[in-house]
């Protein structure tokens, strides 16, 4: 069946500019997860969803990062005024439910890169 | 949350076992082992799981030793597709944010 998968694959914009990345689910998935991933390093979480719960936006870096998700479907993070330390792939996740034993399935990234 | 080790780099012969060792030494009971790669360019790449016993599944086999403080993953016939970082990393229960850190980079050579 289709993956998870992200629109654009690539994103480059200026510094100050708002960008809005978004996050197409596994279909049934109804928890959705948000990473970034810098050059050369590991996932650093950012948000996830689960239903219509309230969600986890512990590791969003600071007020200029956002998320909406609407119901169980798409996704969209958004980040405004960005800086060059936003620069990164941006990576989104589903899973069949929120547990811990349930597999996140990673789609392809989006590549952002802020001049 | 328990903290994993695994060597920087490996390399492996196309044809032979690639076997990736992790650390979890601070593990506990309920906590999981799972073990991702990323084939360049691409996002993360589920590859298997376990918690007490030993795992396989038509990518890889997981070896978790009794005590359950280290793990192995075994790739039975590396090929040049699967030159990857891959990324062990342990869940504790109620624990949704994966953290993955920099993982093994293994190179398959022909």
């Known amino acids: 069946g289709a993956g998870v998968s992200q629109s654009p694959s690539n994103k480059v914009t200026e510094k100050g500019k708002d960008v809005e990345l978004r996050c197409d689910p596994i279909?049934?998935?109804?928890?959705l997860y948000w990473y970034r991933q810098r050059l050369g390093q590991g996932l650093e979480f950012l948000i996830y969803?689960?239903?219509?719960?309230?969600?986890?936006k512990s590791g969003l870096p600071s007020d200029r990062f956002s998320a909406e998700r609407t119901g169980e479907s798409v996704s969209t993070l958004t980040i405004q005024r960005t800086q060059q330390e936003d620069s990164a792939v941006y990576l989104c996740a589903s899973s069949r439910r929120l547990a811990s034993t349930d597999t996140q399935y990673f789609g392809p990234g989006t590549r952002l890169t802020v001049l | 949350d328990a903290k994993t080790t695994q060597p920087p780099s490996m390399d492996c012969a196309e044809g032979r076992a690639a076997n990736l060792p992790c650390n979890h030494s601070t593990i506990s009971g309920n906590e999981y082992v799972y073990w991702y790669r990323q084939i360049h360019s691409q996002g993360p790449q589920y590859i298997i799981h376990?918690?007490?016993n030993n795992e396989t599944n038509e990518m890889a086999s997981l070896i978790i030793t009794e005590d359950r403080k280290s793990s192995t993953l075994i790739l039975p016939h590396a090929t040049l597709r699967d030159t990857a970082v891959y990324y062990c990393i342990v869940i504790p229960p109620g624990t949704y944010k994966y953290i993955f850190g920099t993982g093994t980079r293994l190179k398959v050579l022909a």
């Open positions: 279909s049934g998935h109804t928890a």
């Open positions: 969803f689960q239903g219509n719960s309230a969600p986890d």
């Open positions: 376990g918690l007490k």
